[in-house]
C-alpha cells in the first residue's frame, strides 16, 4: 500500500484534487493561492468545523468514504440552515504521513459525493502531516437575495416545524457502542446523515421566522432558537416524528439525539407547510424549551447529549 | 488558572467571541449556523490552511499572541495574493481540555490583531476538545471588480519584483534552533511575519501578470509561477535584497527561506513600479528557475526549505 507521507505535500495535493469535480460556481478551484467561488448574492455565508479521529469519528466504525460525506454533511448543512445553497467546500486534511492513500482517495470521494448531493464542490485546501487525523472543513453558501435565517427571528404564535430524519443517528450510534450491527438504517444513519439541504431555501420561501439545523439534539438545538429569539418554544412529544425502527427508546433519541442534521424552524402560524415538514410545537412568551408543558430535565430528557 | 475544559464549548465560544470586533463587512457574525460576509464583488475569494502545533508553531517559541498572528497572517496573504482585500477569517481551534484560557484568549487576540492590520474581521469558527492544538484557518476576501492574480499569467519579456521581507523568518527560525535570541528583529519575524497586504490589490493595480505570497521559498514559489505559467523565471542573486542583519547566511536565507510571505510577482516590463517593489529578474521562455543563469541546485540552492 502507498501511504501519503510517500507521496510527499504536492503529489498528495495533486492526487486528491485531481479527481474532484468543479461545478460553474467554482471560479477558480485547487492550485493557487486561494480559490475563487461566485457569490452572486453580494454576500457569502460562510462555516468551519474542525472534526478531530477518536472524537468526531472512529475508522473502526465508518469507511473513509462515509466519514468525508458526514464531514462534508455537517457543514453543508450550516449552510442550508442560514437559507442558503451551499456552493463551495474548503477541506483541511491532517494525518500521520503512515495513513494509506486509499483511504485519503475514499475520503475525498465521499467529501466530493456529499458536496454533488449539496450542490456544491470541493473548490480548495491544504494537506498537512499530523499525529492524528484531523479534518477542518469550511462550507460556502449563496443567500440568492433573501435574508439570511437565523435563530433569532422566532415570535410568540409562530409554530415550530422539523423536516428530516431525528434520533437515527444517535440509535446507530448506541447500537455500536453496545456492539451491534443492526437495524441496518440506523448503523448507516450514524456513518453518514442525509440532511434535506433544500429545507434551508425552502423555509426561506415559506417565511420561517427562525432556522438551524439539528446537530446536538432536537431539545438543545430549539433552546438556541428560544435564546436567541427571546422566547419559549413548546415541544409536543406526541407530534415529534419517531418511526418504529427507532424501537423503544426512540422519542429519547428523537428529542436528544444529535448529527441527523434535520432542519427545525418555526413559521408563522399562517404559513402553508408542505407534507415534508412536521408541526411539532409552537412558540410563546416566555424563556426556555417545555415538552408537554414540563422542563425537559423534569420530564426527564436532559438538555444534552444522549 | 482557568482551564478551557471548565467552560466548556460554549463558554469558551462566548468568551472568545465576545471580545471580536465585527468590521461593516460582517453582517452576521458568530453565534449562528453560519456568518455571512459581504461579498460585494459577487465573487469570493477562500482559502484554508491547518497549522499543528510542534510542527508549525511551538508554544515555547512563541506567544499565543504572536501564534494567533502568524495563523492569521499566512492565510490574509494568500488572499492578497489573488490582489484581493481580506474580509474575514472563520477558526477552527482544537486543543486539550487542561489548556490555560488566557492562552486561548492571547491567541484571539493575535488573531483579531493581525485581521484588523489586513482590514478583516474573525467572524465565526469552532472550538473542539482534542489532545493536540491544532488551528484551522480560513480566509475570505474581495476582488473588487478585477481578474484574481493567478500564479499562470507570467510572460517571456515579464520584469519579476518582489515587496516585503526575503529571510527573516528563516534567519530566525535557524537562530532559534541554535538556542540563539537575537538579532531581535529575525527572532521576532520568525514569531510573527509582517504581509505587506496591500501589495495584493497594489499589484493588480500595476498590471501583474501573476502574483504569489513567499510561504515556501523564494525560488520555490517562482518555481510555482514557472510551472504554471510555462515559463522559465531568470533571478539576479545581486538583485535581491539582502539586509545586513540576515547576515553571512543573508542571501541563502532569502533565496530559500519561507513564512515571510513577501509577495513575488510578475509584470509587464512596461509596469512602473514603485519604490517598495524590488526587480529581481525576468521571465524568458523555457521552464523552471534560474539564478545568475544557473539551476538552483548547480548553484548550490535548494529548492527546498533551508
Redesign the interface.
Known sequence: MATIGEMGEFGLIERLTARLPQGPQV??GP??????????????????????EG??FRRDWSGPRDIGRKAAAQNLA??A??G?RPT?L?????APPGTDAAWADGLYAGLADECAAAGASV????V?????I?L?V????D?AGGA?L???GARPGDVVAVRGRLGFAAAGLELLTAGRDGPAELIAAHRRPEPPYAAGPQARELGATAL??VSDGLLQDLGHIAA?SGVRIDVESAAVPVPAVLGPGGLRHALTGGEDHAFAGTFPASAALPPSWTRIGAVARGTGVRVDGRLPEAAGWDHFRS
Open positions: 471560479r477558480l492550485g493557487d493561492d486561494a480559490a475563487v467561488i461566485a457569490a452572486p448574492d453580494g454576500r457569502v455565508v460562510a462555516t468551519t468545523d474542525l472534526l478531530v472524537r468526531h450550516d449552510v440552515a442560514m442558503a463551495a474548503l477541506v483541511g486534511f491532517a473548490a480548495g485546501g491544504d498537512v502531516a499530523a499525529p492524528q484531523t477542518a469550511t462550507a460556502l453558501g443567500l439570511p437565523t435563530r433569532a438551524l439545523d436567541a
